[in-house]
């Protein structure tokens, strides 16, 4: 793995040909707020950069911070979507493909920490869930036409997942959704194997865009201090103790940035250090099919579900 001051070398060689649209889910907190803040500094600000929260002070507040560009076309921007709901993430994706001409780098890393057990949205999937794995595999599966679009012109087209890369075992496809059986489902381990096998479907389908599932490691974020109030009673505890494995989520970004620049094509996993961690051992084609065909009922369930209750 590559140390720090190699790893922001090589961010900092990034200077593409093609003026890049990046858009940056779970962008205005921790280690997403982190890799949009990079992406604008590397870039100089010349890029069409777009945060997606729930928080316009602190979005704009961020986009202050990003380096003034030097070209017209460049713009920086805050689109509210409050990611645990499918429908939400359907509106947002409607109108990012309605207006724009394509994307070049979807980065997705909205996070939710809790020791609850399943806490179900409106939509009837558990929050957790909803947005460690649903929500993104509805961005991505939406946002594709404009990643083609990026791709078909010459230019990158990738997309990553900080989540847990290199957890994923097992899945029980007789549990999927973990709606039978929620903690003994473990949600950690299923949303990490859905993500390695949601990545590889994708691939599958587009095997010339980037399809990134990466573990981002302990980093010093502001997660648990938004997690449920069972967490936040032992967050200055669970701090202090695990304080000699934290890295913050500037250094973090860097890493995950790293690996986003690094992937060509393919699905692939990447470490804490943006390493390639090498492939799932998830392969089964039928067990792929099964969550590919499970998470796209689920979604469009969902949708159908607050169409019907709105």
């Not at 992406?39 to 507040?61: E, P, W």
């Not at 947005?131 to 083609?148: A, E, G, N, Q, T």
């Not at 990545?199 to 010093?220: C, K, L, T, W, Y």
Request: hydrophobic letters at 40%; a neutral charge.
């Amino acid at each position: 793995m590559a140390p720090l001051s190699v790893v922001r070398a090589a961010n900092a060689a990034f200077s593409p040909s093609y003026f890049p649209v990046a858009i940056f889910v779970g962008g205005t907190s921790g280690i997403g707020q982190g890799i949009a803040q990079a992406f604008a500094r590397y870039t100089k600000g010349n890029a069409h950069i777009i945060l997606v929260g729930r928080n316009q002070a602190v979005a704009d507040s961020i986009i202050a911070s990003f380096p003034k560009p030097t070209v017209a076309e460049a713009k920086h921007e805050f689109v509210r979507c409050d990611a645990d709901l499918i429908r939400n993430v359907h509106a947002t994706t409607s109108s990012l493909v309605a207006r724009l001409p394509k994307v070049n780098f979807l980065v997705l890393s909205p996070g939710f920490a809790s020791w609850k057990g399943r806490d179900e949205t409106p939509e009837g999937i558990d929050r957790r869930l909803a947005l460690h794995y649903y929500s993104r595999w509805k961005f991505i599966y939406d946002l594709l036409p404009l990643l083609r679009t990026a791709k078909d012109a010459g230019e990158d087209a990738k997309v990553m997942s900080i989540l847990s890369a290199g957890i994923g075992t097992s899945v029980d496809v007789q549990n999927l959704g973990l709606k039978k059986s929620y903690l003994l489902g473990n949600p950690p381990v299923a949303s990490s194997s859905y993500t390695d096998l949601a990545m590889q479907s994708f691939a599958e389908q587009h095997p010339d865009i980037a399809f990134i599932h990466s573990n981002p490691g302990v980093v010093r974020t502001q997660l648990l201090s938004r997690a449920s109030w069972t967490i936040r009673i032992f967050n200055p505890l669970l701090e202090v103790l695990a304080y000699p494995w934290l890295v913050s989520a500037e250094e973090c970004a860097e890493y995950m940035l790293y690996g986003l620049f690094q992937s060509e094509r393919g699905a692939c996993r990447r470490g804490s250090k943006g390493d390639d961690i090498g492939m799932s051992p998830l392969k089964e084609a039928n067990i792929r099919m099964l969550v590919w065909d499970h998470t796209k009922e689920e979604t469009e369930r969902a949708l159908q579900l607050s169409t019907t209750n709105s």
